[in-house]
């Protein structure tokens, strides 16, 4: 039974290393500039274990208790919360993430600073930006990066590192990564040490590496559809 996951996990890993190959080669870009970071929301901690054993370390997860649960539970992993932290959880959160895509508000660094610094961790952060303006789906408007920005890199235990975004919901994604990367540039004139963008999905990771991405979040391509509810 598990042979056979690892079988199905390692065929989808060689086609969407197959896929991130091409969009490199097109792009004039380095493999080994993108980071693959498989999500592994809803699927079991044994096959964030089996992907880590076919190589791939960085995972990610967009909700607390789950991601908590298989940090304890999985060996060798780097694990990336890409969902939107509530600032309860953050204290947790801090304490195993390797980098948070999904920094989008004030509070929010002043919780996982605290939860970093009571850790004795170190935490990256990526400011996540909304690229259609609407808050329901997480981000912060690119005007208020600046800032942001600023309080990220004063804040203890916290590092700088980038963007993050998701495509907006049927808008040309080719288009949306363009500002991103746009947005990426500006936040680097202040912080040239921010240089990671994360962008792309099972979906649309060809448009991202094409605008520079420098960490793609794959799920469905990696793992397969995930059962029940759209999260
Ligand atoms: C679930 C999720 C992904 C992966 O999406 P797929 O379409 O399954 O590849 C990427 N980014 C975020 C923020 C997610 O929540």
Known sequence: M???????????????????????????????????????????ATD??????????DLGEN????????????????WHFV???????????????HLVHSVDRPSLCQALSRGAVAAGRTVGVLLQVSLDGDPARGGAPIGDLPALADRVAASPGLELR????????????????????EAARGLQQAHPGARAISAGMSADLEHAVAAGATHVRVGTAMLGHRPGVLR
């Open 83 to 97: 969902g939107s932290v509530q600032s309860n959880k953050a204290g947790s959160v801090a304490r195993y993430a």
């Open 2 to 44: 598990s042979g056979g996951r690892r079988q199905e996990l390692a065929e989808n890993l060689r086609h969407v290393e197959e896929r991130l190959d091409r969009a490199c080669r097109a792009a004039g870009r380095q493999r080994a500039e993108v980071t693959l970071v498989a999500v592994t929301k809803t699927w079991p």
């Open 162 to 181: 980038g963007v993050m975004a998701v495509a907006p919901l049927g808008a040309e994604p080719a288009g949306a990564f363009a500002r991103l990367a």
């Open 48 to 57: 964030a274990q089996l992907l880590v054993e076919l190589g791939v370390v």
């Open 63 to 78: 909700r607390d208790a789950e991601a908590r649960a298989k940090a304890a539970q999985v060996t060798g992993a780097r």
